[in-house]
T-cell receptor, first 113, second 114 residues
């Protein structure tokens, strides 16, 4: 059972397009993070959201945490080839021992010039 | 060097070989993790070490044996592996009990079992 479901799993778009990636769960998380992983490298933390309804922006990337803290979205405006990679969401469960993260299965994004 | 360093970056081994993967961090983190990442599959948590004690072992076959001699180093000893064990093995570290700061991952070891 996958506690964090990401959609879509694969996304191929042209440079300049906008896109949204979703991360959904039936469980409540104390915080949720987004990572990006480039080929041949490990995932790199992009952002942490903590408060229900919270919105954070990182240049062309906008992250939102759902009001009930069960879901999150990542929106990229005017995508560029450099945005290509695997995007992973990860949630920390409330009362989770040691803050161990639960990862989604990832969304593979390809941005073509 | 900052961050989490994994060596080697690439490893090809036969099914009868014994090898070890190494992970090192000098971030002051006190929790370390081994993950397996296979094509088209989610990250699979293998082992968790907290304060140098193994706190989680996710039903990993005994042909994988972790070792954490101190809070800065983590090893994964491999022996008699199977071809299906070929994958990217990622090490990560974090501050125990502080998920807000996230995990810092190494670049991984690309393992091929032949």
């Amino acid at each position: 059972t996958q506690l964090l479901e990401q959609s879509p799993q694969f996304l191929s778009i042209q440079e300049g397009e906008n896109l949204t990636v979703y991360c959904n769960s039936s469980s409540v998380f104390s915080s949720l993070q987004w990572y990006r992983q480039e080929p041949g490298e490990g995932p790199v933390l992009l952002v942490t959201v903590v408060t229900g309804g919270e919105v954070k922006k990182l240049k062309r990337l906008t992250f939102q945490f759902g009001d009930a803290r069960k879901d999150s979205s990542l929106h990229i405006t005017a995508a560029q080839p450099g945005d290509t990679g695997l995007y992973l969401c990860a949630g920390a469960r409330i009362y989770n021992q040691g803050g161990k993260l639960i990862f989604g299965q990832g969304t593979e994004l390809s941005v073509k010039p | 060097e900052t961050g989490v360093t994994q060596t080697p970056r690439h490893l090809v081994m036969g099914m009868t070989n014994k090898k070890s993967l190494k992970c090192e961090q000098h971030l002051g983190h006190n929790a370390m993790y081994w993950y397996k990442q296979s094509a088209k599959k989610p990250l699979e948590l293998m082992f968790v070490y907290s304060l140098e004690e193994r706190v989680e072992n996710n039903s990993v076959p005994s042909r994988f044996s972790p070792e954490c001699p101190n809070s800065s180093h983590l090893f994964l000893h491999l022996h008699t592996l199977q071809p299906e064990d070929s994958a990217l093995y990622l090490c990560a570290s974090s501050r125990e009990g502080q998920p807000y700061y996230g995990y810092t991952f190494g670049s991984g070891t690309r393992l091929t079992v032949v």
